[in-house]
């Protein structure tokens, strides 16, 4: 097993957590004895378990630095039904697990998300200004970029013309996804909330030209491009943590001073 991804089996904790629908939010806790983690977001049609969030876990544990890798509703373990075009429900699933730990006495120094991801991770702290940092892995900055290639061309041809796929993928679900204008939500984000971006300039799914349009919109953005890195960051795991784990250990930093 690569050594960036051996979990230590002792610090890992399955946790239920209810969200605002009355679902239950299943993740995973690695507990290294901090009070302050980072909340890790999948992206679509994925789960707790990808490997990029597993990567990330294993190198934050090696810090100190505890994580959750949530499971959103309707993915993995999670309880609801999979909407794939809905971001205010993802919005409020992260609500949900920020909430649940701040009542636990912890305290989430920054959130995570990869593709889908990243968009709902960036769309949080549009609505949310309670979280200081948020890291946003190969997100599509206009969110009709990539469907196709995210759904599979049956799905998205069929979203393109009936906006559902079958009775458990909601309508409305599809028509926010698709009329969401990032360039507009995004104008409420605070200037004191970090953002960080990284992308790979060999991503087929989200092009690269997306993570350039986040640094022209976000305020307080660090923009970093791995040279060959595709959108899973298959070949590139090592340079993908290199890039974000030091971002994370400077909000560990300023969390505990």
């Not at 983690?37 to 969030?53: A, E, F, Q, Y």
């Not at 994580?67 to 919005?91: H, I, P």
């Amino acid at each position: 097993m690569d050594r960036n991804t051996n979990l230590s089996a002792d610090m890992q904790q399955k946790l239920s957590i209810p969200n605002k629908y009355g679902e239950k939010l299943v993740g995973i806790l690695h507990d290294t004895g901090s009070q302050h983690l980072v909340i890790l977001c999948h992206g679509c049609r994925s789960s707790k378990n990808d490997k990029i969030l597993v990567t990330i876990a294993a190198a934050l544990e090696k810090e100190g630095i505890s994580a959750f890798r949530l499971d959103f509703s309707g993915n993995g373990e999670s309880e609801g039904s999979l909407q794939l075009g809905s971001y205010s429900k993802e919005v409020e699933d992260i609500r949900s697990v920020v909430e649940y730990f701040v009542g636990s006495k912890r305290s989430p120094i920054a959130v995570l998300g990869h593709s889908k991801g990243g968009d709902a991770v960036i769309l949080y702290a549009c609505k949310y200004d309670d979280i200081p940092a948020m890291v946003n892995l190969s997100s599509p900055c206009f969110l009709k970029s990539g469907m196709e290639e995210v759904f599979g061309k049956d799905i998205w041809d069929k979203l393109k013309k009936d906006g559902s796929v079958d009775v458990k993928y909601k309508t409305e679900s599809m028509t926010e996804g698709l009329n969401t204008d990032m360039c507009d939500a995004l104008v409420p984000i605070d200037a004191n909330c970090r953002v960080l971006t990284v992308h790979g300039d060999a991503d087929d799914v989200i092009p690269v030209e997306s993570a350039k349009e986040f640094a022209k919109m976000v305020r307080n953005h660090e923009l970093i491009i791995i040279p060959g890195a595709n959108h899973g960051y298959t070949s590139q795991h090592e340079e993908m943590v290199a890039a974000v784990l030091p971002f994370l250990k400077e909000c560990m930093s300023r969390a505990s001073t």
